[in-house]
């Protein structure tokens, strides 16, 4: 016997607006709504397509870590706001694909601790990337340093007081400001402004990410300083330099197919002397020239050191003390001593002796004349002396002299010992009928000249760093408003009236909170070589807050902990005759903990998932589990026969 039931189809109520229209469920729409939102944030579907992603941001942040650097690849990907973003939403799927199948059963137990391991890792992430700092301390043997170099450019101001500072830097504060210019370069149109707390105005219109130096004169000097602006050409070499008496890197310039020198003839002898257009008498240690009434008697320095000879023609006799091949200056003595036997800087010292005795002590140099000088103040003699020196594989070369009167003359020095001089004509062409078929121009000839230090682009090869950046500000309201170059690491001061400002441009200087002395640098190298197999640091830390000091050595792989701080042995820097500069690399990273702890949670919920609750094996179909014959669920609204 059977019962016919009806089973009556559900009606979903609905609202109706002020106008009598359905506008949707009464409850069930915006829950219905956020579901499916969250049912995508948790779907599989989601985390294959951020997985992908991903992999492929990586991939293009390690393209551009390898043709650039890591700077560019950390602003244009790891740390940009979008790649944040994008982490977050990885840890929004994984939590959500966690939590939408809460209650959780035993045997999901592998799977959620892989998950709420994947969190921790990204959560320690956020940690490092927003609290943790990175940077490097550089130190010579014996040096002692506590501020650690970030990179993070900052543009930085210092306002003293002439009257009531005594323009003492300690006594006023330093304001700074983040002056990040690489990745929106300022212009001329739209120069970057940062305002003092004076009322100064610092411009900033011009940027080089690798800047190199470049100096130039132009006529407005107060004193003499005479300037000249040469240009050298060919098919293959076309030169351009400035050169000055005043400046010693500045008096001769080396351009490989020539030498060029700048002198001064201080008297119409000396000139005369300079511009001898007799061959030069050549001799392995140079020839001393005596300028007496008239006479120019010579003297070989080969075979005269420690001897006294007479200069002929004159009451005179010349004592050579020393002979110098390379001559430089001892700093910690003070005393002029030769570096090697290299013909690099010749120079001589000597003594004059008149009939009576009476010594007159003189050092003269080859290469430059000017400045030779004598050891007293008041000179004895009327002697004139000059330290020629033109081996037997001389270049060729260019002199440039500047006579009495301000005139200035040129003299061609060719391999053969020829040569030729005559007064220089500003903008005209000479040719120097050397086989190279060059010819020299100058260009610009400045009496009364005033130093101005300019930058140019450097464009390195990829992968390869430059030199540092530098930047270049005018100053509004200063006495003298610019423009002004100001390279990384560097300051300028501006004054108005008798307020000083000094505005410098470097990276930021975090303080570790201890003091690193470096006591010894080791660098071991690989046999025969001078490629560095191995370095390592020997430090002393000193802490006064915690009143602790200790000693240890820090290697490549044995880095130093101490408060929160890992001290790692980066690289080094080789200086010519001085000792070897030590990097290290300082790094504070309070992530560290929660991200051991998020791997530990992912390796022990992999374990779970396959070692410990493996799946469970595939049963046979019971009885129960057999379909049943029935309507289908077109045909659900339709009578159904149910059996009493």
Same mark, same amino acid.
């Given at each position: 016997?059977?019962?016919?039931?009806?089973?009556?189809?559900?009606?979903?109520?609905?609202?109706?607006?002020?106008?009598?229209?359905?506008?949707?469920?009464?409850?069930?729409?915006?829950?219905?709504?956020?579901?499916?939102v969250y049912k995508f944030l948790a779907s599989l579907k989601l985390a294959v397509v951020l997985l992908l992603s991903l992999a492929a941001i990586l991939a293009a942040a390690t393209y551009y870590e390898s043709v650039y650097d890591a700077k560019t690849a950390s602003h244009l990907v790891y740390g940009s706001w979008w790649f944040y973003l994008f982490l977050f939403m990885l840890g929004v799927n994984v939590a959500c694909a966690a939590a939408i199948r809460y209650p959780w059963q035993r045997r999901q137990t592998g799977f959620v601790v892989t998950h709420l391991g994947i969190i921790t890792i990204l959560v320690g992430s956020f940690i490092t990337a927003f609290a943790g700092f990175e940077g490097t301390l550089a130190l010579r043997a014996e040096e002692t340093g506590s501020v650690v170099t970030i990179d993070k450019p900052m543009l930085s101001w210092q306002v003293l007081d002439g009257e009531t500072q005594g323009h003492d830097p300690s006594s006023a504060t330093v304001q700074q400001q983040p002056a990040e210019f690489r990745w929106s370069r300022p212009s001329d149109a739209r120069p970057r402004r940062f305002k003092l707390d004076n009322g100064l105005v610092v411009l900033v219109d011009r940027y080089y990410h690798s800047a190199v130096p470049e100096m130039r004169y132009e006529a407005g000097g107060k004193e003499l300083n005479p300037a000249i602006q040469v240009k050298l050409d060919n098919a293959q070499v076309h030169a351009d330099e400035w050169m000055a008496l005043a400046d010693p890197d500045r008096q001769e310039v080396?351009?490989?197919?020539?030498?060029?020198?700048?002198?001064?003839?201080?008297?119409?002898?000396? @000139? &005369?002397?300079?511009?001898?257009?007799?061959?030069?008498? !050549?001799?392995?240690?140079?020839?001393? %020239?005596?300028?007496?009434? =008239?006479?120019?008697?010579?003297?070989?320095?080969?075979?005269?050191?420690?001897?006294?000879?007479? @200069? &002929?023609?004159?009451?005179?006799?010349?004592?050579?003390? !020393?002979?110098?091949?390379?001559?430089? %200056?001892?700093?910690?003595? =003070?005393?002029?001593?030769?570096?090697?036997?290299?013909?690099?800087?010749?120079?001589?010292?000597?003594?004059?002796?008149?009939?009576?005795?009476?010594a007159e002590r003189h050092i003269v140099f080859a290469r430059f004349p000017e400045f030779s000088t004598t050891h007293q103040q008041e000179r004895r003699t009327q002697i004139e002396v000059a330290y020629t020196f033109e081996g037997p594989d001389a270049s060729n070369g260019i002199d440039f002299i500047l006579g009495p009167g301000e005139a200035l003359y040129y003299r061609v020095r060719s391999k053969d010992g020829k040569s030729f001089s005559g007064p220089v004509k500003v903008g005209a062409a000479v040719q120097t009928h050397w086989r190279m078929k060059m010819a020299f121009t100058v260009a610009q000839f400045l009496p009364r000249a005033r130093v101005v230090n300019e930058f140019r682009e450097f464009h390195p090869a990829r992968g390869k760093e430059g030199p540092p950046p530098a930047i270049r500000v005018r100053v509004e309201g200063a006495d003298d408003p610019g423009p002004y170059w100001i390279a990384q690491g560097s300051e300028i001061a501006v004054r108005r009236g008798k307020q000083v400002t000094r505005i410098s441009y470097h990276l930021q200087g975090l303080q570790l909170g201890f003091k690193v002395m470096l006591k010894k640098f080791t660098v071991g190298y690989d046999p025969g070589t001078r490629n560095a197999a191995s370095y390592s640091s020997d430090v002393t830390v000193t802490d006064p807050a915690r009143q602790a000091k200790f000693d240890q050595t820090i290697s490549m792989n044995e880095p130093l902990h101490y408060n929160g701080v890992t001290l790692f042995q980066a690289s080094f820097q080789e200086v010519e005759g001085g000792s070897p500069i030590s990097v290290l690399q300082i790094a504070n990273d309070p992530g560290v903990p929660v991200k051991y702890a998020g791997s530990i949670l992912l390796c022990c919920g992999i374990a779970i998932m396959f070692f410990i609750n493996p799946m469970p094996k595939k049963r046979a179909p019971r009885d129960t589990d057999r379909e049943v014959p029935g309507p289908s669920p077109d045909t659900a609204s339709e009578p159904v026969s149910e059996k009493v």
């Open positions: 016997m059977y019962k016919i039931a009806q089973i009556p189809q559900v009606a979903t109520p609905l609202c109706i607006g002020a106008r009598g229209r359905g506008v949707g469920p009464v409850s069930a729409n915006k829950p219905a709504m956020l579901r499916s080396n351009l490989g197919p020539a030498t060029l020198r700048f002198l001064k003839a201080d008297s119409p002898a000396a @000139l &005369e002397r300079l511009l001898s257009n007799k061959p030069a008498k !050549r001799s392995p240690k140079g020839i001393l %020239v005596f300028g007496v009434a =008239g006479a120019r008697p010579t003297v070989e320095v080969e075979g005269s050191v420690g001897k006294t000879v007479p @200069l &002929e023609g004159t009451p005179y006799r010349v004592r050579v003390d !020393r002979f110098l091949p390379y001559a430089v %200056v001892d700093q910690k003595r =003070g005393k002029l001593i030769s570096r090697s036997n290299e013909m690099v800087n010749p120079a001589v010292e000597l003594t004059v002796l008149d009939s009576s005795g009476a």
